[in-house]
C-alpha cells in the first residue's frame, strides 16, 4: 500500500519566494483549463481532454503574455493538470454512486488555506547526502527529518497551510515486511464524547478534548482578529495567529489519535467498530464535542493501519443496537437517554456499564471472540442458601478472580 510521510521545512526568503511563484503558477494553469472545459460544456462542445488541455499550455508558454510560466518547472504544471483530472473524476464517481458524493471542481484562489505543487519522479528532484531537499528551480530546503523513510518516495509534494508553515510530503511503498507477528487478543471499540473510546476488555480512554481546552486562548485571537482593519498588515498577523492557534489543536489531536490507533493495532489481532453518523450527529448541539473528537479520523487510521500491519478491521452497521441489548443474556432491553450510564437487564438481573455493554455487542456484532472476564459486568443479588453462604470474596480459583478485580 501506498503511505504518506510529511515532514516540516524551512525554505529560505529566496526560496518562499519562488515556492510562492511555483504556487501561483499550478494555480492559474488549474483554473485556466477548469475555465476552458466549463465553456466547452455551457457552448455544448465535447468534453475538452487532458491531451488538449497539455498542447495548449505548451503552446501558451511560447507566447509573451505566458512566458512567466516557463520559469517554474513545467511538472508542477502538468501535475496540476492531473489534479484537475481526479477532481473530474471524483465528481463523476460521485454521480454514478461508485463514491460518496462531492461537488463539482472549483476554482482556486490565491487566499486559499492550503497551497501545494506536486513533483513526480522525472522532475530530477531528490534528497541530498546532507539530508536536504533539492526541488528543480526551487533549491535545497531544510528539512526536520523525524524519521527516517521506509523506502524511496516516488513523489514529493510542497504544501503551505494557512498558518503559514511549510511541509514536504513524501509518498512512499509499504511491503509486505510491515505485517506483525500474529497476536490473540479481539477488541470491539464504543466511541464517545464523555469517553473518547470504551474497549469491550473494560478498558475506558478519556477524551482529551483539545478545542474546549484551548477555546480560551482561541476566543482572546478571533477576538484580536475582529477589530483589525480588513485589508491591513496587522489583520493578516492576526490571521496567522489565529491559523496557528487552531493548527496547534489540530496537531494535538492527530497525534493523539496516531498513538492511540497504533497502540490498538499492535496489541490486537481484530478490531471491531461502529459505523456512526457523524454528518447526523454534527448537526445536534453536540456539534463541536463530536467535531472535537474527530471520530471519522480516527477510525480511518485504523483502518489503514490494519490494512498496512496486517490485522483485522471489521466495521459493523450503525443502526446494530449495541445500546439496547444485554451482552450477557442477549435481550433487547429497548433504548435508553443519554443519561442512563449503568442499567439493569431485565431478564437476567445484570448490572450492565452502558459503554462497556455497547462495546462488547460490537466485538460480538463482529463476530470476535470477547472474554467474559473483560465484560465488566455485575450480577444482581441473588440470596444465596444459608448453608452456602461465605465471605464475600468471590472463589479466588474462579477464571475471573474475585468481584472485585472483575471491576478492575
Given at each position: 500500500?501506498?503511505l ?18 511555483a504556487?501561483?503558477?499550478?494555480r492559474i ?5 477548469l475555465?476552458?472545459?466549463e465553456?466547452?460544456?455551457?457552448a ?7 491531451a ?6 505548451t ?25 484537475l483530472?481526479?477532481a ?19 476554482f482556486?484562489?490565491?487566499?486559499d ?15 541530498t547526502?546532507?539530508?536536504k ?5 526551487i533549491?535545497?530546503l ?8 521506509p ?27 510491515e505485517v506483525?507477528?500474529?497476536?490473540t ?7 464517545g ?8 476488555d473494560g478498558t ?7 478545542l ?11 477576538r ?40 490498538l493495532?499492535r ?6 467498530v ?17 467535531h ?11 483502518e ?16 446494530e443496537?449495541?445500546?439496547q441489548?444485554?451482552?450477557q443474556?442477549?435481550v433487547k ?22 459503554d462497556i455493554?455497547?462495546a462488547v455487542n ?9 472474554s ?7 450480577p ?8 452456602e ?11 475471573c478472580?474475585?468481584?472485585r478485580?472483575?471491576?478492575?
Amino acid at each position: 500500500m501506498q503511505l504518506r510521510y510529511s515532514f516540516r521545512v524551512y525554505p529560505s526568503a529566496g526560496q518562499r519566494s519562488a515556492l510562492a511563484k511555483a504556487f501561483g503558477c499550478a494555480r492559474i494553469v488549474f483554473n485556466h483549463a477548469l475555465r476552458v472545459r466549463e465553456e466547452a460544456r455551457v457552448a455544448g462542445l465535447p468534453f475538452v481532454t487532458s491531451a488538449e488541455l497539455s498542447k495548449r499550455l505548451t503552446a501558451a508558454k511560447q507566447t509573451p503574455e505566458r512566458a512567466w510560466l516557463g520559469e517554474v518547472s513545467a511538472v508542477i504544471l502538468q501535475q496540476s493538470l492531473r489534479d484537475l483530472d481526479a477532481a473530474y473524476r471524483n465528481f463523476f464517481d460521485g454521480l454514478k454512486g461508485k463514491r460518496p458524493r462531492m461537488g463539482a471542481p472549483r476554482f482556486k484562489s490565491k487566499r486559499d488555506n492550503r497551497q501545494s505543487i506536486r513533483f513526480t519522479a522525472n522532475a530530477a528532484w531528490r534528497i541530498t547526502p546532507g539530508g536536504k531537499l533539492r526541488l528543480p528551480k526551487i533549491g535545497d530546503l531544510k528539512v526536520k527529518w523525524s524519521r527516517s523513510l521506509p523506502s524511496n518516495p516516488t513523489t514529493v509534494t510542497v504544501v503551505k497551510d494557512a498558518a503559514g508553515r511549510y511541509f514536504a510530503s513524501f509518498v512512499v511503498e509499504s511491503g509486505p515486511q510491515e505485517v506483525l507477528p500474529q497476536t490473540t487478543p479481539e477488541i470491539g471499540i464504543d466511541l464517545g464524547l464523555g469517553h473518547f473510546a470504551v474497549l469491550s476488555d473494560g478498558t475506558k480512554i478519556d477524551s482529551p478534548r483539545f478545542l474546549r481546552r484551548a477555546e480560551k486562548r482561541l476566543k482572546k485571537a478571533q477576538r484580536a482578529l475582529s477589530r483589525k482593519e480588513k485589508g491591513s498588515s496587522n489583520r493578516n498577523k492576526a490571521r496567522i495567529k489565529v491559523a496557528r492557534a487552531h493548527a496547534k489543536v489540530a496537531d494535538a489531536r492527530r497525534e493523539f489519535h496516531h498513538q492511540l490507533s497504533t497502540r490498538l493495532i499492535r496489541e490486537n489481532q481484530a478490531v471491531a467498530v461502529e459505523d456512526l453518523a457523524v454528518k447526523g450527529l454534527a448537526r445536534t448541539r453536540l456539534a463541536k464535542s463530536v467535531h472535537d473528537a474527530s471520530w471519522s479520523a480516527f477510525v480511518s487510521m485504523l483502518e489503514y493501519k490494519a490494512a498496512r500491519y496486517g490485522r483485522t478491521f471489521i466495521r459493523i452497521g450503525r443502526f446494530e443496537p449495541t445500546s439496547q441489548v444485554c451482552s450477557q443474556c442477549g435481550v433487547k432491553d429497548g433504548p435508553k437517554p443519554l443519561s442512563v450510564r449503568v442499567w439493569t437487564c431485565k431478564a437476567c438481573g445484570t448490572v450492565l456499564d452502558r459503554d462497556i455493554n455497547a462495546a462488547v455487542n460490537v466485538a460480538k456484532a463482529a463476530g470476535l471472540a470477547v472474554s467474559a472476564c473483560g465484560a465488566q459486568v455485575r450480577p444482581g443479588l441473588v440470596p444465596a442458601p444459608r448453608s452456602e453462604a461465605g465471605p464475600t470474596r468471590s472463589d479466588p480459583h474462579s477464571p475471573c478472580g474475585s468481584r472485585r478485580e472483575s471491576r478492575a
